[in-house]
Every structure is written in structure tokens, then in C-alpha cells.
């Protein structure tokens, strides 16, 4: 007898597989992974056989019993998983059967390892979504410590890359944890999705067994049953999504460590670095280098990569399970651990970095930033905005070629470019009052921001 016979699907075959194409077919080597959740979901099987009279109640204990000692035991390092065996599925089953006997081979019945796969997978999924959840949470703290330290810090606002108007550091800081902000909502929705059990579609079509569904679904934690048997097995939308989702962490994550980058260099000279987050150069003494802010933004190209990836592998998959879908994991796993690393990583550097206030408060009263508010001065004296615009950009053009700030030319001057111009312009000109004057519902003046960072506490639960 072939020694193949001993695969749990090889009673059909006639001749065993080629020890090449069992290394090339196993995914064991990424899939152990997903063991916790694949011995859960075979205790809820169990159980729920067990109480639709399928299975007796004293083999449902003997085999959820097995299950637990095979989960404490993969805990310990004891387990040496079985590259033959192809899967975390056959092989806890395999582990099962060896440690119970012949009661073990009772559990597969009213399942295939295409809803077994389904299911643990999103029980997975779940899981990470609210670890991911834990994390950005914890840096939206950091952001709102930052801005609640920082709140009267004074930088330049940029577009193009250009300083623009003035704002407060807290204002930029909260900007991200509006962006973390959403790509918290948009996990919380993705886990809405992911919460639907596929457990007891079978290989697509159903089983013909009398299974109870909602039991294993309730005990699970899923809050709904796949409608469709076909769709419950071949769907991998959930995956996608959360790659998606990840994705745009990433970018967000990536924005913010492009600023750090900037910031820290001589050039900026806004931040300076923790040493215990930045690294130095083998060959220049002088360096250092901001390697943390840089290898998030290099590994964004990663996480992207993996979506991509996973919607190329689906785009033209038939009905229903199908192979290739095994390729769904290592980018999965890849992409949960990468982003988690990133934040674990990102959050603790942002927190040491040393803010340079002056040199913010210098840039900021350098380069005309408050030409926006010359203007609107010459508007609420009366002048057309698109008149006070041409007048405020021919006073620019006048101080650039005589080498001052727009406060430091003389009233006569200024008053050249518009006759309506009076001594208080001074004060619109100064860049705190810049600042403080945008009062408007999301501005950047101090009355504002205050109101931001209590919304922001407010949604974190610390209000």
C-alpha cells in the first residue's frame, strides 16, 4: 500500500504525490498561525454535532479535550507540525486522531476544510482588527499628549511643499489623528463584514446533515451566517478590505514619517530625534539619521504590494474554492505584522522627538506668510478681495526686493498699495494674530483647537 494512503483525502488515489509537490502544495510553513483559531472553531463543531444528536456528548468532550491539550502543547513548543500533512487543519486533525483515536476522524462530518479554512481565517481577521484597533488608539493618545503639550507652538503651514500660513503644531499634530481616526472607523466597519460565519457551508454547496449554524456562529463570535454556501467558501472580500484598510494606515503613517524626515534636518531643524530612535553612518561621524521615520515609508511600498498582489490572485477565480487562494495568507499575515511593527515602532519616536519651537516660530514669521491676512484686512476695510490680493501681492513684491517682512515696511509705504491702510494693520500682520484670528469650526486659532483636542479626547473616551 502507497504511503500516500495515509493522506486524509487518499482514499480516491491510486498512486501517491511527488515529494516535490508536497513542499510546493503545503502551507503549513505560514498557516500554523491560524492554529488557536482552527482548534476554537473545531471545540464550537464539536460541540454544536454534539447537541444536534450527530455525534454523542461524551465524543464531543473526548474531542474537544484532545483539541486543548494539542493547543497547549503547540503553545509549549512541543508540536513538530507535519509538511505532509499540508495544513494546520489536517494536521491538528492528524494530532487529534493520534492522541483520541478513532473518535477524532468524527470531527470533520458537516465541514470541509474549505469552510474550516474560511472561518478560521476570519476568526483571524477579527482578532487583528482589534489588536490594529489597540495600536492606532494608543498613537491617537500620543498625538493628543503632543498637541496638549505643544499648544502654543507656532510653524509654518505648507502647500507645494511652500510655506503658507501660519498654524499651531497642535493643529497639524490632530490633523493625523483625524486620519487614524478614520482608518479606525473603517476597521471597525471591515470587521462588521469579516463577523459572518461560513462554518457549516460545506465545500460550497451546504451539508445534508440537520447542523445548527447560528450555534457554532454565536459560540464563535460572529454576529451572522453566510447567506450563500458558494459565496460563504469563496469569498475573500474581508481580506481585501483589511489589506485595503492597511494600506491606508500605511500612507497615512508614511505622510507623517516623510514630515518627520524633513523636520529633522538641518534644512527644517524642527525636530530633533531621540537617539535611541535614529542610527548613525560607518563611515561620517556626524550623521544622524532618521532610519525609523524611513523604513515605515519604505515598508508602505510593501503593504501595497500585498493588496495588489491578493486582488490579481482573485480577479479570475471561478466559483467557488479554488487553490490559488491559499496565496491569501503570507500577504495577510505579512501585511498585519508590518503595520503593526510600524506603529509599535513610529509611535515611541514620535513621542521622545524634541520640538524645536523657535525655529518653527522663525519660520513661521519668515516668507510672508501672513500676506493671506493683509488681504483680508484691505476686505474688511472695504476692498474687494481680488483688489486686496493685487495690492497685498504688489506690497510682497516690494518687500522681497527691499529685503523685509511685510510688518517692517513703514505705513507710508504700505499705504502706496492701498490708501486704506491705518496703523492697526500692524497688529493683523503680527503672526500670532494670524494665527489666533482663524476661529472658524476646524481652524487653526487657539479657541479651535481647543475644541479639536476635546473632540479628540471625547472620541478616545478620556473626556
Known amino acids: 500500500m502507497s504511503s500516500e494512503s495515509k493522506k486524509l483525502w487518499g482514499g480516491r488515489f491510486a498512486k501517491g504525490t511527488a515529494a516535490a509537490v508536497d513542499q510546493f502544495h503545503s502551507s503549513i510553513g505560514f498557516d500554523w498561525r491560524l492554529y488557536k483559531e482552527d482548534i476554537r472553531a473545531s471545540q464550537a463543531h464539536a460541540r454544536m454535532l454534539a447537541r444536534c444528536g450527530i455525534i454523542t456528548q461524551e465524543e464531543a468532550d473526548l474531542i474537544c479535550q484532545g483539541l486543548a491539550g494539542i493547543a497547549a502543547d503547540i503553545e509549549a513548543g512541543r508540536v513538530e507540525f507535519s509538511v505532509e500533512a499540508e495544513d494546520i487543519h489536517m494536521n491538528v486533525e492528524q494530532l487529534l486522531t493520534e492522541r483520541i483515536g478513532p473518535v477524532a476522524k468524527k470531527l470533520h462530518t458537516a465541514r470541509s476544510r474549505n469552510d474550516q479554512v474560511a472561518t478560521d481565517t476570519r476568526l483571524w481577521v477579527m482578532g487583528a482588527i482589534d489588536e490594529l484597533d489597540r495600536r492606532l488608539r494608543s498613537f491617537q493618545e500620543t498625538l493628543v499628549q503632543l498637541a496638549e503639550a505643544h499648544r502654543d507652538v507656532i510653524l509654518p503651514g505648507y502647500t507645494h511643499l511652500q510655506r503658507a500660513q501660519p498654524i499651531l503644531l497642535a493643529h497639524h499634530l490632530l490633523a493625523y489623528f483625524e486620519m487614524f481616526q478614520r482608518d479606525r472607523e473603517r476597521l471597525a466597519d471591515?470587521?462588521?463584514?469579516?463577523?459572518?460565519?461560513?462554518?457549516?457551508?460545506?465545500?460550497?454547496?451546504?451539508?445534508?446533515?440537520?447542523?445548527?449554524?447560528?450555534?457554532?456562529?454565536?459560540?464563535?463570535g460572529f454576529h451572522d451566517i453566510a447567506a450563500n454556501s458558494i459565496d460563504a467558501v469563496s469569498d475573500r472580500d474581508f481580506i481585501v478590505e483589511l489589506l485595503a484598510d492597511l494600506a491606508l494606515i500605511m500612507m497615512h503613517l508614511s505622510r507623517l514619517c516623510e514630515e518627520v524626515i524633513l523636520w529633522s534636518s538641518a534644512e527644517f531643524g524642527f525636530l530633533e530625534?531621540?537617539?535611541?530612535?535614529?542610527?548613525?553612518?560607518?563611515?561620517?561621524?556626524?550623521?544622524?539619521?532618521?532610519?525609523?521615520?524611513?523604513?515605515?515609508?519604505?515598508?508602505?511600498?510593501?503593504?501595497?504590494?500585498h493588496l495588489m498582489g491578493l486582488l490579481t490572485v482573485m480577479k479570475g477565480l471561478p466559483l467557488a474554492y479554488n487553490k490559488?487562494?491559499?496565496?491569501?495568507?503570507?500577504?495577510?499575515?505579512?501585511?498585519?505584522?508590518?503595520?503593526?511593527?510600524?506603529?509599535?515602532?513610529?509611535?515611541?519616536?514620535?513621542?521622545?522627538?524634541?520640538?524645536?519651537?523657535?525655529?518653527?516660530?522663525?519660520?513661521?514669521?519668515?516668507?510672508?506668510?501672513?500676506?493671506?491676512?493683509?488681504?483680508?484686512?484691505?476686505?474688511?476695510?472695504?476692498?474687494?478681495?481680488?483688489?486686496?490680493?493685487?495690492?497685498?501681492?504688489?506690497?510682497?513684491?516690494?518687500?522681497?526686493?527691499?529685503?523685509?517682512?511685510?510688518?517692517?515696511?513703514?505705513l507710508e509705504v504700505l499705504r502706496q498699495f492701498s490708501p486704506v491702510?491705518?496703523?492697526?494693520?500692524?497688529?493683523?500682520?503680527?503672526?500670532?494674530?494670524?494665527?489666533?484670528?482663524?476661529?472658524?469650526?476646524?481652524?487653526?486659532?487657539?479657541?479651535?483647537?481647543?475644541?479639536?483636542?476635546?473632540?479628540?479626547?471625547?472620541?478616545?473616551?478620556?473626556?
Open 273 to 305: 530625534l531621540d537617539d535611541a530612535y535614529s542610527t548613525g553612518s560607518s563611515m561620517m561621524p556626524q550623521k544622524k539619521n532618521p532610519d525609523v521615520a524611513e523604513l515605515a515609508r519604505g515598508k508602505t511600498g510593501r503593504v501595497y504590494g
Open 190 to 220: 471591515c470587521r462588521r463584514r469579516t463577523a459572518v460565519s461560513p462554518l457549516g457551508a460545506g465545500a460550497l454547496a451546504g451539508v445534508t446533515l440537520p447542523i445548527d449554524r447560528w450555534a457554532t456562529a454565536r459560540e464563535l
Open 421 to 463: 491702510i491705518e496703523e492697526d494693520v500692524y497688529h493683523a500682520l503680527d503672526v500670532r494674530q494670524c494665527v489666533a484670528a482663524r476661529q472658524s469650526a476646524g481652524g487653526t486659532a487657539p479657541r479651535a483647537v481647543e475644541e479639536g483636542l476635546r473632540r479628540a479626547k471625547a472620541l478616545l473616551g478620556l473626556a
Open 324 to 410: 490559488d487562494m491559499q496565496e491569501d495568507k503570507e500577504a495577510l499575515f505579512d501585511a498585519v505584522d508590518t503595520v503593526l511593527g510600524c506603529l509599535a515602532a513610529v509611535e515611541p519616536m514620535l513621542a521622545t522627538a524634541q520640538v524645536r519651537r523657535d525655529r518653527m516660530l522663525a519660520a513661521a514669521q519668515d516668507g510672508f506668510l501672513n500676506a493671506t491676512d493683509f488681504a483680508d484686512y484691505l476686505v474688511r476695510k472695504g476692498v474687494p478681495f481680488r483688489d486686496a490680493h493685487a495690492a497685498v501681492g504688489q506690497a510682497v513684491l516690494y518687500a522681497i526686493r527691499h529685503g523685509r517682512r511685510l510688518e517692517e515696511l513703514p
